[in-house]
Nanobody, 114 residues
Framework: QVQLVESGGGLVQTGGSLRLSCATS????????MGWYRQAPGKQRELVAT??????NYADSVKGRFTISRDNAKNTVYLQMNNLKPEDTAVYHC?????????WGQGTQVTVSS
């Protein structure tokens, strides 16, 4: 089992920045990739960014604005979000994948005001 706890969401104005954190615990040795997804009201959950080994991947809508990183010593994955836009408003969920399972955090709300 893997436990994921997100933090760092909040209310920010357009153009502002936030950094989300995802603290992991449990059987983290089995994790092969981690990522951030988001779900806005009335919309499907969508990929924001993933990190696996030294490789990262981003949704086109966040490229150049968001950066995913991980601190292995702290078992934490981060999502630095700059130049936020109202369309970034959503609940952001941390995701961890092993060879067999995937795990989700409870989510953290990000609201960008115009």
């Amino acid at each position: 089992q893997v436990q994921l706890v997100e933090s760092g969401g909040g209310l920010v104005q357009t153009g502002g920045s936030l950094r989300l954190s995802c603290a992991t615990s449990g059987s983290i040795f089995a994790i092969s990739a981690m990522g951030w997804y988001r779900q806005a009201p009335g919309k499907q959950r969508e990929l924001v960014a993933t990190i696996s080994g030294g490789s990262t991947n981003y949704a086109d809508s966040v490229k150049g604005r968001f950066t995913i990183s991980r601190d292995n010593a702290k078992n934490t994955v981060y999502l630095q979000m700059n130049n936020l836009k109202p369309e970034d408003t959503a609940v952001y969920h941390c995701n961890a994948r092993s060879a067999i399972f995937q795990y989700w955090g409870q989510g953290t709300q990000v609201t960008v005001s115009s």
